[in-house]
């Protein structure tokens, strides 16, 4: 069975302050890898920008 690698104590407590001192930059992605990652939504944010249309908001053109 293989072992999952152990992350020295010191070093978890590390991250918190790396990710603080190096602000937005800490979550900087280049464009062509941003292009190929998908975009996953786990929380739902895109459900609330999309509005959605009621069915009286439909547009039926017919004999065009």
């Keep these: 069975m293989a072992s999952t690698p152990r992350i020295a104590p010191r070093a978890r ?18 464009k062509w890898l941003d292009k190929v990652l998908p975009h996953i939504d ?18 039926v053109t017919i004999g065009a």
């Design 13 to 30: 407590h590390r991250s918190p302050a790396l990710l603080s001192l190096l602000g937005k930059s800490a979550w900087w992605l280049p």
């Design 42 to 59: 786990t929380e739902g944010h895109a459900l609330e920008e999309t509005p959605v249309k009621k069915p009286s908001e439909v547009t």
